[in-house]
C-alpha cells in the first residue's frame, strides 16, 4: 500500500480508507495495482479500489456498509453521494464499531 496513506483490511473489500487527505490525480498503490484518484478524499473517508456497478454492495471491512446509489469510478470518492446506507448496513456497522473499539 502506498506508505501507510490508505488502508484495505480485507480481501473482498471494493473501497479503501484514505489515512491523510489525498489529491485529485494523487496515485495510490493497493495490491500491487496503482489506483489514480478522481476526487480529493479527505482523510478518514473511503474510495473505490473498483469498478461498482449501479446498486452493487459497497464492502469495507469485510462488510457491507450499504449500496451504490449509482455506478462508481475506480479511484472515486465514496460518500453519501453516491452510496445508500440500509437498515441492516448499519447493523453491520454497529458490530465493526464493537469489535473495533475491542
Known amino acids: 500500500m502506498s506508505e501507510n496513506k490508505v488502508l484495505k ?3 473482498a473489500d471494493n ?5 491523510v487527505e489525498l489529491k485529485k490525480d494523487e496515485v495510490v498503490t493497493i495490491d500491487n495495482k496503482k489506483i ?11 474510495f473505490s479500489i473498483k469498478i461498482i456497478s449501479e446498486d452493487e ?3 469495507k471491512y469485510g462488510f457491507s456498509i450499504g449500496k451504490s446509489k449509482r455506478g462508481i469510478k475506480t479511484g472515486e470518492h465514496v460518500h453519501m453521494h453516491n452510496l445508500s446506507i440500509s437498515s441492516s448496513s448499519l447493523s453491520a456497522r454497529k458490530s465493526m ?3 473495533q473499539s475491542r
Open 9 to 11: 483490511i480485507n480481501e
Open 15 to 19: 473501497v479503501a480508507i484514505a489515512l
Open 36 to 46: 489514480s484518484l478522481k476526487d480529493p478524499v479527505p482523510g478518514g473517508h473511503k
Open 57 to 59: 454492495d459497497i464492502i
Open 97 to 99: 464499531a464493537r469489535i
